[in-house]
């Protein structure tokens, strides 16, 4: 017989109350949820209150409050005391949108003693307020997780340490992150918080600069286009380099490219780029062609262009040195890269080095990517040349004496050693006399571009110092190997012929540097005159494959590059009546590219023409260094000094100041996606990681993040996000599977229905078979 639910049960288990729809059934008023008595009677009640879904839900119960137990002030009404944080959490807590640095500066911070001397409704405030700051600390561990490219499961190690480690804090012991807590705490809750303040910010933004570049991705195995946007932030009036998404791609033909950018920007920002920035292979510029005239359609202007001040120069600056090497036909790269493979993970072959020698010092390692870069690696190589020599005697003399090894310098014989190729290019290398000379003749030319390269990395706006410095560096190298009268006779270093030999210099009066002419006299007097001019004549070969790349395809050849340079202070302070000029001449260009209006140029020269004159201007001008001050809030700060107001040239400074001048910034992102990439990783994770990242290092450190309240909904909604989107798959997984259930359905009953075709007609020719013999027999 079944027991019947009896009002002495709720005794022992005040949570029960009678099911009002069954008098044998029993009703928990924490989960909500109805069980039967049955036999069972006590033993019912039991079973449900170990049972997962009722501990879960008194769980909740327990952390959860009522909003009258904040205001509750009986005496009777008392609650437990909670561990809450002291030193002043209420008043952080008054803060709405913004931490205090102090605070933020890192977990440590976040984490105090428990403290239970409060009043009842204190402690209950305090419980609430130190849920907060829990989930400040689990955002501020997920960003250091990211910037540290370390392993989620790493990260989740870290937190159960740090709970070994302090004992006694109560926001060390409530932190939960397990390795997937802050997989979706990353990637559905802090990654969309910075998307969406990124896109608010590109979106309060009348015009954007974007760049792109892609690489493989070797997880994936799909081409990843990378995509930055430069804007001018009105918040921080200043410059903004940001990254902005990626596109995955099977391929990376032109439309390929353009129909990746069209879908993660959108029509509206589409409307607002003013310069795509990109390197130089074909591909790109069939891209910008092709987006100019789907533009000029958008917006219904037939003369509408992009700004053009050419592809990245950093990229053509760099080519420019690496096609001068390769014109020479030297051998120095192969022998570099032929001297840090030989010595590389072979101990014993150290040993034997350093034992015939007595040098410590061994080769480094040759960038194939960044020639400029292996200026160190070229003057390792010049300083271990005469040791290399001793080294690679000692062994050919081994191997032709047949020495043995306890005779010897060496720990073991070389027969086999002649069979290596890297061996074989270091003899020949230290047999060249002019292998000197060369090597610092390699490290003189990375030495010219090197300060380039270099200065224009950074995200500042630069462009309008770019014509500046590539003059600079073409006319040093122009002056090594061209003709004097050529270069005052020529209007512009960019008509220069260089393919003309009566325009060069001969080889013996070409300027090789001061480092080659020393390695060559050391060994001039073993050489024979030919030999030299030779090596003279290849050094004027590198000069002008240089020049004839740099000049032929850097921002300098386009005359934009030189008329933007109107904003760049070290020329309106030298040179006024130029920076007039340039300027005049790029209100025009931009007028016919319809960037600006007719009327809007002549009130940018007029405010240009009285800004220029102000005393204070002048001034500032004088005392600006672009190494030591951004330009842009150079601007901001002479503008608001000069006590008037510019808005006109204002909005055209904005306009110059965010145009690229280079891809240094998505040259970069490629190291970090490298770091960020593990096994078996999803594109949306990456995307998310390097948001994260770019976010957390346009912030200047994870310590200067404001973790404002809506980051930290946004993080305590990540986990109904994360279900969201496993439910959202499980939906896409079940309706593919639907779709090819139906295929496949429809070519089972195709086939039927062939076959079925098939007996019929089968059966209709028999039939006729015999109708045709009756007919005969008739």
Avoid at 206 to 233: A, T, Y
Wanted: hydrophobic share 40%; proline share 3%; net charge positive.
């Amino acid at each position: 017989m079944s027991t019947r639910y009896s009002c002495r049960y709720e005794v022992e288990f005040p949570w029960a109350t009678e099911d009002p729809k069954d008098k044998g059934s029993a009703k928990c008023k924490i989960c909500a949820k109805s069980f039967k008595l049955d036999t069972m009677g006590r033993g019912a009640f039991l079973s449900h209150a170990k049972s997962k879904f009722h501990q879960n839900a008194k769980s909740c119960q327990d952390r959860n409050m009522y909003v009258t137990a904040f205001f509750s002030t009986h005496p009777g009404q008392h609650h437990e005391a909670v561990p809450s944080c002291s030193k002043g959490i209420a008043a952080r807590h008054e803060q709405a949108n913004h931490v205090d640095p102090d605070q933020k500066s890192s977990v440590d911070n976040l984490v105090s003693t428990i403290d239970t001397s409060e009043t009842p409704n204190q402690n209950v405030l305090q419980r609430f307020l130190l849920g907060e700051h829990i989930t400040r600390a689990e955002i501020l561990w997920a960003l250091h997780t990211i910037v540290g490219h370390t392993s989620l499961r790493k990260a989740a190690e870290s937190v159960s340490v740090m709970k070994l480690m302090f004992p006694d804090c109560a926001v060390t012991q409530k932190m939960e992150l397990q390795r997937s807590k802050i997989g979706y705490l990353i990637n559905h809750g802090i990654a969309p918080y910075f998307e969406k303040e990124l896109k608010e910010l590109v979106k309060k933004s009348s015009e954007i600069v974007i760049g792109f570049d892609e690489s493989l991705n070797k997880v994936v195995q799909r081409e990843q286009m990378d995509i930055h946007v430069r804007f001018w932030d009105e918040e921080l009036n200043m410059v903004q380099s940001r990254y902005f998404t990626s596109v995955f791609l099977s391929s990376t033909r032109a439309q390929d490219l353009l129909k990746g950018l069209k879908n993660v920007l959108g029509h509206e920002n589409l409307r607002k780029i003013i310069q795509v920035s990109m390197d130089g292979p074909s591909v790109n510029w069939k891209l910008s062609k092709d987006l100019v005239t789907e533009l000029r359609e958008e917006i219904g202007r037939e003369g509408f262009d992009l700004i053009n001040i050419g592809s990245c120069g950093l990229h053509v600056v760099h080519g420019g040195f690496k096609e001068g090497i390769k014109v020479t036909g030297w051998c120095v790269v192969g022998f570099l890269r032929a001297l840090y493979y030989h010595f590389k993970d072979v101990p014993l072959r150290r040993a034997d080095f350093s034992s015939c020698t007595g040098c410590t010092v061994f080769p480094l390692k040759f960038c194939c990517v960044r020639w400029v870069e292996n200026k160190k690696v070229a003057e390792r190589a010049y300083e271990l040349l005469p040791h290399m020599k001793t080294y690679v005697e000692a062994i050919e003399k081994q191997i032709k004496d047949k020495v043995k090894p306890k005779d010897s310098h060496f720990k073991r014989s070389f027969p086999a050693l002649k069979e290596s190729q890297n061996f074989k290019i270091i003899c020949s290398a230290v047999k060249d006399e002019m292998m000197g000379a060369k090597l610092a003749f390699f490290t003189a030319g990375a030495s010219l571009v090197e300060p380039f390269l270099r200065e224009f990395q950074s995200d500042d706006p630069m462009a309008p110092f770019l014509h500046q410095e590539l003059q600079a560096l073409t006319t040093t190298v122009l002056k090594r190997v061209v003709r004097k009268e050529v270069i005052e006779s020529a209007q512009s270093i960019t008509n220069i012929d260089l393919s003309k030999n009566e325009n060069l210099l001969l080889a013996n009066q070409v300027d090789i540097g001061f480092a080659a002419t020393d390695a060559l006299k050391k060994v001039r007097g073993q050489l024979a005159e030919k030999v030299v001019l030779q090596f003279k004549n290849d050094c004027r070969s590198f000069y002008v494959g240089f020049l004839q790349k740099v000049l032929q395809r850097s921002p300098l050849a386009y005359s934009l590059t030189r008329q933007i340079s109107c904003i760049n202070p070290e020329l309106i302070r030298s040179k006024p009546n130029l920076a007039e000029k340039r300027i005049k001449a790029c209100l025009e260009l931009l007028v016919e590219k319809q960037q600006i209006p007719g009327s809007t140029a002549d009130k940018i020269l007029q405010e240009y023409q009285e800004f220029i004159q102000i005393a204070s201007v002048g001034e500032a001008m004088k005392s600006y260094h672009r190494q030591n001050q951004r330009l842009d809030l150079f601007y901001v700060q002479v503008m608001v000094e000069s006590g008037k107001s510019f808005p006109s040239l204002l909005l055209f400074i904005k306009h110059l100041l965010i145009l690229s001048h280079g891809n240094a910034a998505l040259e970069r992102g490629f190291s970090v996606n490298s770091d960020c990439l593990v096994e078996n990783q999803t594109e949306d994770s990456l995307i998310a990681q390097r948001i994260v990242y770019d976010a957390v290092m346009n912030s200047k450190g994870v310590q200067h993040v404001q973790i404002t309240k809506s980051l930290i909904h946004y993080a305590r909604n990540s986990c109904a996000r994360y279900k969201e989107h496993l439910e959202s798959k499980r939906k896409n997984v079940e309706a593919e599977k639907s779709e090819r259930d139906k295929k496949r359905e429809a070519q089972k009953n195709l086939r039927e229905l062939e076959a079925k075709k098939a007996k019929i007609m089968n059966d209709a020719l028999k039939e006729a078979a015999l109708i045709d013999e009756e007919i005969k027999k008739l």
